[in-house]
C-alpha cells in the first residue's frame, strides 16, 4: 500500500519503520517542522514536506499520527484528496474524520514508543476501527501485515483502552520517578530496583494484578505505612500518593475495587 505519515513523533516512527519494513511504500512524511519530518523520511525512503498544499495524490492511505487536538484540522485539510483516512488517537472518536470523509478509519496502537528504542511491532496490539465493513477490511489487512494482534475495537471501547493505559503505563512510570528521585536523595541507585519491576511485570503475565499484591497495605500494616508517611513529611504530595494508593490497595482486598 501507498502510505502517507501525517506526523513524524514517536509512533509515526515505529509506525513507518513497520510499513517499510513489511514492503509497503511511504510517500511522504508531513511535520509543521521540515526537519523533523526530514528525519523520519530519510530512514523510510520517502519525502518530507511541511506544508500541506505539498501533498502528492499518488497515495492511498493517509496516517494521522499527530497530538489530538490537531486531528481535526488535518482531516478537514485531507478530505479533498478523497482518500482513506486513518488516525491513531486513543482516545479520538471517529467521528471526528466521518465530518470530513466517509472513508475513514482508526489504527491505534496500544503500545508506549520512544524513537530511541526498539521494539518488534509483531508483538504490538493494534486496534481497528472502520467507518464500514470494506474499510475495516482493509484496514485489518494492513495491520496484519505489520502485527500479530490486531482487534476490532469500537471508539468507546477505545475510550477505556487509552483511560486502562494510562493507569497501566503512565502513571506507574511516574511513580518509578518518585522511587528514582528518593533513591538518589539517599545515594542509592535506580538499577536496585530494576529486577523487583520486571518480577513485579512478569506476575502479571501470569496471573490478575488483584491475585499477586503484595506490600504494607494488603498485610495492613499501619505500622509500617506511618513509618514511610513519616519518612515523607517533608514532601506532602508524595504523602497524599501514598495515602490514596495504600487505601486504594486496601478497598481492593476487601473486594470492593477501590471504590468507596
Same mark, same amino acid.
Given at each position: 500500500?501507498?502510505?502517507?505519515?501525517?506526523?513524524?513523533?514517536? $509512533? !509515526?516512527?515505529?509506525?513507518?519503520?513497520?510499513?517499510?519494513?513489511?514492503?509497503?511504500?511511504?510517500? =511522504? $512524511?508531513?511535520?509543521?517542522?521540515? =526537519?523533523?519530518?526530514?528525519?523520519?523520511?530519510?530512514?523510510?525512503? !520517502?519525502?518530507?514536506?511541511?506544508?500541506?498544499? =505539498?501533498?502528492?495524490?499518488?497515495?492511498e492511505a493517509f496516517i494521522i499520527s499527530v497530538k489530538d487536538d490537531v486531528i481535526e484540522g488535518i482531516a478537514q485539510?485531507?478530505?479533498?484528496?478523497?482518500?482513506?483516512?486513518?488516525?491513531?488517537?486513543?482516545?479520538?472518536d471517529i467521528s471526528v474524520l466521518l465530518k470530513y470523509n466517509v472513508k475513514a478509519? $482508526?489504527?491505534?496502537?496500544? =503500545?508506549?514508543?520512544?524513537?530511541?528504542?526498539?521494539?518488534?511491532?509483531?508483538? $504490538?496490539?493494534?486496534?481497528?476501527e472502520g467507518a464500514n465493513e470494506n474499510i475495516f477490511k482493509i484496514i485489518t489487512e494492513l495491520a496484519q501485515t505489520v502485527s500479530n494482534n490486531v482487534y476490532p475495537v469500537n471508539s468507546a471501547q477505545r475510550r477505556v483502552l487509552h483511560l486502562a493505559a494510562v493507569?497501566?503505563?503512565?502513571?506507574?512510570?511516574?511513580?518509578?520517578?518518585?522511587?528514582?528521585?528518593?533513591?538518589a536523595d539517599n545515594h542509592l541507585e535506580f538499577d536496585m530496583l530494576k529486577p523487583l519491576i520486571l518480577e513485579t511485570a512478569d506476575k502479571v503475565q501470569q496471573q490478575l494484578p488483584a491475585a499477586v499484591q503484595t506490600g504494607p497495605a494488603v498485610r495492613n500494616d499501619e505500622t509500617t505505612m506511618n513509618r514511610h508517611l513519616e519518612m515523607l513529611q517533608n514532601q506532602p504530595m508524595l504523602q497524599q500518593i501514598y495515602q490514596l494508593l495504600s487505601q486504594g490497595i486496601i478497598k481492593m482486598d476487601k473486594g470492593t475495587n477501590g471504590k468507596a
Open positions: 500500500m501507498r502510505i502517507t505519515l501525517i506526523g513524524s513523533g514517536n $509512533v !509515526a516512527t515505529h509506525l513507518g519503520a513497520a510499513f517499510k519494513n513489511a514492503g509497503h511504500q511511504i510517500v =511522504q $512524511v508531513y511535520s509543521p517542522n521540515l =526537519q523533523n519530518a526530514a528525519l523520519l523520511a530519510y530512514h523510510i525512503k !520517502a519525502e518530507a514536506i511541511d506544508d500541506l498544499q =505539498q501533498i502528492n495524490p499518488n497515495t485539510q485531507l478530505a479533498a484528496h478523497d482518500k482513506l483516512i486513518l488516525h491513531t488517537s486513543g482516545s479520538t478509519g $482508526v489504527f491505534y496502537p496500544l =503500545q508506549t514508543f520512544s524513537r530511541t528504542k526498539e521494539l518488534n511491532f509483531w508483538n $504490538v496490539p493494534l486496534c481497528l493507569f497501566a503505563c503512565n502513571f506507574p512510570n511516574y511513580l518509578y520517578s518518585i522511587a528514582q528521585g528518593l533513591l
